[in-house]
């Protein structure tokens, strides 16, 4: 229950963090790290415009989307405090509850019948097919070093063994910080900044929502990158007590908002069709941890 | 008892028949539906019998031919029983209503009837003798029932090419079985299946893996494995939706019958086995949705990904043999629950599917998904019914089709904890192969869904469609709640399935309770998930609903980034949805594509197709025949028009015919001669 409450925490201020490094980096002040809240609160007392070939799946799928993802925030752990609900295999629950997720918001963007959503979706239902091995083979690599499959007994048990957990964890969370990079369609992979319809993945996927339904996507999308911080932060705190755990919890989201911010100002977008070939770096290097846990455990041939 | 009920199930399907010649077409229709139901309560019913006293066992005396005929109904068999059930009872009820359309071809629909009616007993006999040779008869009774089946539209030439196809692919697959029978019968003496569990674990284990090829191999072409799968995307689009829906929810599943049966009867090196099935298993499911992906014809999509389905059972299925080798319970619990799992599950889901795509069929008259669009607002029950099918499909919570998932990734992280290298190198590129097939999946239905039934018409012939009726959903509604009850209460199934897969345990190991039970205990906490999530997202939504509803909303043109006329001709078609996937997957893909370059001043209309082919279909089929038509092209001179060259080439055959033992006889006389020299 604690990740939870902690999650909900991080999520009011990463975009602001996130936002405010930027301007840093650019050389200007910028707003305030409430900002971004204030403008999902803003839009969610607003009305809406819908699309006259929208249906029930228009509206549906927002909330279906937030709803998917904070049911898996409802699984992830906090170190030693298990999720709300904690079971075997419960990180493969995670995976495809997020995809639910996607699919909602995939066939929502169909539903308007527009020829720029059409482009986005079809990215998102690409990218987030290549990036789902990343995912699985580094949980596969845990379950296999810690010998557990599930989210709270691997992270539990996971620095009882040597040192080299951490070299893990820091293997882990440069994959994990790529995933949700590309999960949330920010830079690298796609720049939510832009202004033409033509390179968007996320942006122009929800061109034709409006008002509470924009709200509640921009909002899950905080709690993504929430969500992904907070699984960063569990490959550090092992079984440290509660009063060091939670300001290093708030310092990992800190830090990893700040990373993402540095990220969005020093590098380019790829190119459009690079950017498969840059997702396969995920699986590979998870591949490479999935060996590392191998050659530790003596498994290997 | 269960015996005379086995008697009247097989006698009422005969009599049925006998009745056709004294009625009209509907009282045949509803002939047919009342005849299944009753066989249906019936073999339920003996089903049912089966899982709560246990094996039923009598022996019929046979002939000399064929030995005795032992009928056993195991749980193994009283599983596949109830899925063949309940996928042709739904079936033929929906076909009811389906071939109403085609109510004039009295002729043609009493032989569909009579074929249908001769299919399901065949089927479910299948299940019942442990004799080979009886087997192979009703199998064959079964192929040819299922061939009439699939060309109900016989005037079509693609149907009946498509269905030619599927008898031959269909032979060559009894070709197989028949030679792995008769292996035996020759050894042993007997067509009994005891007499192979007795021939294999008295050889070395290489003889129990030819055999067991032999059987693989029969087995696999009836399920689809690739490459064996080539008949399905053919004969799929080919038959009426409701035999697509049967055929490919439980006909190709007797395929994973036989293999199943085959591994509880074969004593053999279960290791290597169940990497060959691993292996072949995960290429399967990956080549089948990769192919998938870029089929533009809905029946055809649907028909390959019953190959990627295939190939997720054959996932569960290797793995439960590793675990039988290697002496693991856990494995062998989520391998073969898993499979047997989802064996179930696809046939839900896959029957729906494609009943949904024949209602579609029906109001537009094409199958070509590029010129849909916009339907759910025309027929929305069919459209909601097809996108909880495309849900539970991709294997999402809160379906069915993620529990199964679910088992066998249990059982594959589970097995990550052995000490063997191969193994665990086998499991992790499992694990990658069902992530992947999971992955084109949602892409491949978010396309089928996205662009038949959203967005608007991309068609432009304005059609108008007449309401739906209520009645005729009723079918696909039972099974739509089916497919919701296994997602949200997986532990229902757990007994069932528990008690087949304690069949493949060796005799001496008495099962370990607490790994069931840590399998049950996540069961139930999927179910409960599932219906948290199912709760949550109804209570936003009605959050949602509650604050929104007083809010100003309007209704506009949707946003074209300035461009303000028509925007139907803009929207994204099927083609240009996959084809960054297509690009990034062409290598492994054929697609042929035709294309015209505009060029002038002021172009005319041009156009570009692109025509999704299967690379194995054109290596194992298509040059093969190629290369053996040109060879007996050589021979084309003799087939040439002439009676009396007609009537020589028959003396030639007679002559060679009285000549050929007589010349081997001669022969031998000489070779005893010299032999005495």
């Known amino acids: 229950m604690i990740s939870f409450l902690l999650i909900l925490l991080a999520s009011f201020f990463f975009m602001g963090v996130v936002v405010r490094t930027k301007s840093i980096a650019s050389g200007r002040k910028g707003p305030g790290i409430f900002q971004p809240m204030k403008d999902i609160l803003r839009l969610l007392r607003k009305g809406s415009v819908y699309s006259k070939t929208t249906t029930l799946i228009f509206k549906l799928a927002p909330v279906a989307y937030i709803s998917s993802v904070l049911m898996a925030i409802l699984m992830v752990p906090h170190g030693n405090n298990p999720g709300f609900i904690s079971f075997d295999g419960d990180f493969v629950m995670f995976a495809y509850v997020l995809a639910f997720g996607k699919f909602m918001i995939i066939i929502s963007a169909l539903d308007t019948g527009s020829s720029f959503e059409g482009m986005g979706a079809s990215r998102e239902a690409l990218y987030s097919m290549l990036v789902e091995p990343a995912f699985f083979i580094l949980m596969g690599s845990f379950a296999l070093y810690t010998g557990r499959t599930s989210f709270f007994t691997i992270f539990s048990t996971l620095h009882y063994g040597s040192y080299i957990s951490y070299m893990l964890g820091a293997l882990a969370t440069f994959v994990f910080v790529l995933i949700a990079m590309i999960e949330n369609s920010r830079m690298p992979v796609d720049d939510p900044k832009t202004h033409l319809e033509l390179t968007m993945i996320h942006e122009v996927m929800v061109l034709d929502n409006s008002g509470f339904d924009l709200g509640v996507i ?7 990158f929430a969500m992904y911080g907070a699984i960063i932060s569990n490959f550090f705190i092992g079984v440290l007590p509660l009063w060091i755990s939670v300001p290093l919890f708030l310092v990992v989201q800190f830090g ?5 911010g540095v990220i969005e100002s020093f590098m380019a977008r790829f190119r459009m069709g690079h950017n498969p070939q840059f ?13 590392g846990a191998l050659l530790v455990l003596g498994k290997f041939l | 008892m269960e015996k005379s009920f086995i008697e009247f199930f097989n006698l009422i399907g005969v009599l049925a028949i006998a009745l056709f010649p004294f009625l009209k077409t509907k009282g045949r229709g509803f002939i047919t539906l009342g005849v299944i139901t009753v066989q249906v309560i019936i073999s339920s019913f003996v089903a049912f019998s089966v899982f709560t006293n246990g094996v039923v066992l009598f022996t019929y005396p046979g002939s000399f031919v064929t030995g005795q005929i032992p009928v056993r109904i195991d749980y193994l068999s009283a599983w596949f029983m109830l899925i063949l059930n309940f996928t042709f009872l739904t079936g033929a009820w929906y076909g009811l209503h389906y071939m109403k359309k085609y109510k004039d071809q009295t002729d043609n629909l009493a032989l569909h009837a009579t074929a249908f009616i001769l299919l399901y007993t065949s089927i479910i006999d299948i299940c019942l003798f442990q004799n080979g040779l009886v087997l192979l008869v009703v199998w064959e009774i079964m192929a040819l029932s299922s061939f009439i089946t699939i060309i109900f539209e016989h005037q079509k030439k693609e149907t009946l090419k498509a269905g030619i196809n599927f008898l031959i692919q269909s032979h060559v697959c009894i070709l197989f079985l028949t030679i792995a029978f008769m292996w035996v019968k020759v050894k042993t003496g007997s067509f009994d299946f005891t007499a192979i569990t007795e021939y294999t674990s008295a050889e070395p284990a290489i003889t129990g893996i030819g055999l067991f090829l032999f059987f693989f191999f029969g087995f696999a072409i009836k399920a689809g494995f690739v490459p064996f799968h080539t008949w399905l995307p053919l004969a799929h689009p080919a038959a009426p939706a409701h035999i697509s829906g049967i ?8 395929g994973i019958y036989g293999i199943l049966r085959m591994l509880l009867l074969i004593k053999t ?25 870029v089929q533009h014809n809905l029946k055809k999509l649907l028909a390959y990904h019953s190959i990627e389905n295939i190939g997720i059972i054959g996932i569960g299925i290797g793995l439960g043999c590793l675990g039988l080798g290697y002496d693991s319970q856990i494995l062998i619990v989520c391998g073969f629950a898993g499979a047997l799992l989802h064996t179930l599950n696809h046939s839900l889901f896959k029957s729906l599917l494609f009943y949904c795509a024949g209602y579609v069929y029906q109001k537009t008259h094409t199958m070509d998904i590029e010129k849909m669009g916009g339907l759910i607002k025309h027929i929305p029950r069919t459209g909601y019914l097809f996108l909880i099918g495309s849900l539970a499909i991709c294997g999402l919570p809160p379906f069915n089709g993620f529990v199964s998932e679910f088992f066998i990734y249990t059982g594959l992280f589970n097995g990550l904890q052995s000490n063997d290298f191969l193994f665990i190198m086998a499991l992790i590129f499992s694990i990658l192969g069902l992530v992947i097939i999971g992955g084109l999946a949602l892409i491949c239905f978010t396309k089928a869904f996205g662009i038949i039934f959203l967005g608007t018409s991309r068609d432009s012939e304005k059609r108008s469609f007449s309401k739906e009726k209520p009645r005729k959903f009723f079918p696909l509604y039972i099974i739509a709640i089916t497919i919701l009850i296994i997602g949200l209460f997986p532990v229902i199934l757990a007994p069932a399935l528990l008690k087949i897969t304690h069949l493949y345990m060796p005799v001496a190991v008495i099962p370990v309770a607490p790994a069931f039970t840590e399998i049950l205990g996540n069961l139930t906490s999927v179910g409960w998930y599932s219906l948290g999530f199912i709760a949550l997202t109804a209570l936003l939504y009605s959050i949602r609903h509650f604050l929104t509803s007083r809010r100003a909303h309007t209704l506009e043109p949707t946003w074209g980034c300035g461009y303000t006329g028509d925007t139907a001709k803009m929207q994204y078609t099927a083609s240009s949805f996959i084809r960054s996937y297509r690009k990034l997957a062409g290598s492994f893909l054929m697609i042929d594509k035709e294309k015209s370059e505009a060029s002038g001043l002021y172009p005319s209309y041009i156009n570009q197709e692109t025509h999704p082919g299967d690379r194995v279909e054109n290596w194992l089929i298509d040059k093969p025949l190629h290369l053996i038509r040109r060879f007996l092209n050589r021979f084309v001179f003799l087939q040439n028009g002439n009676i009396q060259a007609y009537i020589l080439y028959g003396f030639i055959f007679i002559g060679l015919v009285i000549m050929v033992p007589v010349i081997i006889e001669k022969i031998a006389v000489f070779y005893n001669f010299l032999n005495q020299l």
Do not use: C, E, N
């Open chain 1, 279 to 291: 997702i396969f770096i995920l699986t590979s290097v998870s591949m490479l941890i999935f060996f």
């Open chain 2, 247 to 254: 055929m490919s929810g439980v006909i190709i599943k007797i």
């Open chain 1, 218 to 224: 921009q909002y899950t999308s905080h709690l993504k």
């Open chain 1, 256 to 260: 990893f908002a700040v990373t993402v």
């Open chain 2, 269 to 293: 090196d279960m290791v290597s086995l169940g990497y060959f099935i691993l292996a072949i298993s995960v290429i399967t499911g990956v080549y089948g949705v990769m192919l998938a992906i």
